[in-house]
């Protein structure tokens, strides 16, 4: 008999809760005590009102609080690597961690080498906005735009070596174009100046700037995923704006400390992939551009290598250094 590829998914995550529930003499039921997940980004962005819902869901499925702490930049990663390896301490991040650790050598841990990545939860289209008052309605308007005024036009993003600065010089590789980063301590405050007029455009999460779009404060260009966003379905697409090839979609994930217990990463997997099943969760992530994806560990791993490579030639490409 063949089955659908999520209901695949979700027999073997069936199989898997068995297997943690077998282990439980050694391991002891998990979890017995609150779990904290570090997110390594502001509060009330993207990934911290995610990991906020799917907390909610671990609650009410294992009957034990899921804590999120908000620990910013490469400080929150550290944290998480250094943390106990009893599943007791958790990371659940954006793609910025896998970005910032292709452009920063230094840094004092690795995501491959120091975490057992658990499921990507979801992929997310991004959005370029730009400021209304500049005058462009469309990506070939832009990019039109700074190739008259080379060096004179900027872009904001959430800091240094994050993905949407990333995705901003990939932008300025494709399209040939001259325009000056300017890195904020955070996604709010470069939406504010793009609002402001003091950056003309940028690169982020639906959930930062639609909002604003709505309102007529910010003008709507493009989605940057290779097909159009399900819940922005008129929102045309970098590549068919006259960037063929350009693509840049934005996930969140769970990690681990390297050397936890397998049958805790199949509890976390499973209990995740039963969430993101559920309709509430699932019309959140819609309504943010995004769309659910549970993938195994396994499968989760080999993505995060791909994307190590990637961002790394980007990074090389367009000599993109860390703070």
Request: one cysteine or more; hydrophobic letters at 45%.
């Amino acid at each position: 008999m063949t089955y659908s590829p999520l209901t695949n998914r979700f027999i073997q995550a069936l199989l898997c809760l068995i297997v943690c529930s077998n282990a439980t003499l050694v391991l002891g039921a998990y979890p017995h005590k609150p779990v904290r997940i570090i997110v390594p980004s502001q509060a009330g962005g993207a990934a911290d009102v995610v990991a906020r819902a799917i907390s909610q869901k671990f609650y009410e499925a294992m009957g034990q609080q899921f804590i999120v702490d908000n620990r910013i930049g490469p400080l929150g990663a550290e944290l998480a690597a250094r943390a106990p390896a009893d599943g007791y301490t958790l990371m659940f991040t954006t793609a910025t961690v896998v970005i910032r650790g292709s452009v920063q050598q230094n840094l004092a841990v690795d995501l491959i080498r120091d975490f057992c990545p658990i499921t990507q939860t979801l992929t997310q289209s991004n959005v370029l906005v730009a400021n209304m008052g500049l005058g462009v309605r469309t990506v070939a308007e832009l990019v039109a735009l700074a190739r008259t005024r080379p060096g004179q036009l900027n872009y904001g993003s959430g800091g240094n070596a994050t993905s949407n600065h990333l995705a901003g010089e990939l932008f300025k590789l494709m399209a040939k174009i001259d325009t000056v980063h300017v890195p904020y301590r955070g996604i709010p405050l470069a939406v504010g100046d793009v609002l402001a007029g003091r950056v003309q455009y940028m690169f982020s999460s639906p959930l930062s700037t639609l909002p604003q779009v709505k309102e007529g404060r910010l003008r709507l260009l493009a989605v940057t995923t290779p097909q159009r966003s399900t819940a922005l379905p008129d929102v045309p697409t970098i590549a068919e704006s006259g960037l063929p090839g350009f693509a840049f979609t934005g996930w969140m994930g769970y990690f681990a400390p390297i050397k936890v217990a397998q049958p805790i990463v199949e509890r976390i997997y499973f209990e995740a992939t039963k969430a993101l099943q559920g309709a509430e969760i699932t019309k959140r992530l819609q309504a943010e551009a995004s769309e659910p994806v549970g993938s195994r560990p396994e499968a989760f791993a080999v993505f995060v290598k791909a994307e190590v490579a990637r961002w790394s030639q980007v990074a090389r490409d367009a000599k993109v250094k860390a703070d």
